[in-house]
């Protein structure tokens, strides 16, 4: 099977550039909701860039612009870029192919919330490229399993926060894309082989992301603890 894009990566962009416009469904801070695009990028940014009062948001639009990302939808994070990790399941058919960049320095669990977020902003930032046209309710239930499996791994990794798991980080995002076409899947669950392959890409890239974020980050760490760590 081709595959259906390439990886650029020149800090402080990654780059994802589809060989054919896709749907592309995410919470993403430019360009978020249901789109069709092109491209799907990573903007690395540090605290420098982003000092209180300053509205993010146009922050990241004029270096978006800069960079010539206009068209993309566009994923923000503090993690280093070249961290990223890619993985591809094929299962019965169906191909998911996961690329993301993860840190748990801002991680939270899911129903408590840090009032004062620690000041790196590490973040879970994921593209999950189906390779099959869905419809909207698929596309949907898409998002649900790789947030599903990207929670898995990180619960699984033993990263807790005042003694608790962490389930994610307080900024993470989610993009989930899927080729323009007829015949789209109306169904992308856990009892779909679509879903069985969303599921497997995510989690091993989140979980391979998690270990490099473990050894890189020992400092940043120290607000977190692990299992292993005791």
């Known amino acids: 099977m081709d595959d259906p894009f390439s990886i650029a990566l020149n800090p402080p962009v990654l780059i994802v550039a ?28 540090r605290n420098a860039d982003l000092p209180p009062g300053v509205d993010a948001i146009e922050v990241v639009r004029r270096r978006a612009s800069a960079a010539g990302l206009d068209d993309a939808v566009t994923l923000v994070t503090s993690r280093d870029i070249r961290r990223h990790h890619f993985a591809h399941i094929g299962t019965e058919g169906a191909h998911a192919r996961c690329l993301t960049t993860v840190g748990l320095s801002n991680s939270e669990r899911v129903g408590t919330r840090l009032h004062q977020p620690p000041p790196l902003a590490g973040t879970i930032n994921t593209l999950v490229h189906i390779g099959q046209p869905l419809t909207d309710g698929a596309l949907i239930e898409a998002v649900s399993i790789a947030t599903e499996a990207r929670t898995a791994a990180v619960m699984d990794s033993g990263v807790r926060r005042s003694g608790v798991a962490v389930t994610g980080t307080g900024t993470d995002c989610i993009a989930v894309a899927a080729p323009l076409g007829e015949n789209a899947a109306q169904y992308a669950g856990k009892h779909t082989a679509i879903g069985e392959a969303i599921g497997a890409a995510v989690y091993k890239a989140t979980a391979d992301g998690i270990c490099d974020w473990l050894a890189d980050c020992p400092g940043v760490r120290a607000g977190v603890s692990t299992l292993a760590a005791g």
Do not use: D, M, N, Y
């Not at 589809?18 to 940014?45: K, N």
């Open 18 to 45: 589809f060989t054919q416009p896709q749907r592309i469904l995410s919470w993403s801070i430019l360009r978020p909701g249901i789109e069709t695009a092109r491209r799907v990028a990573w903007l690395e940014v």
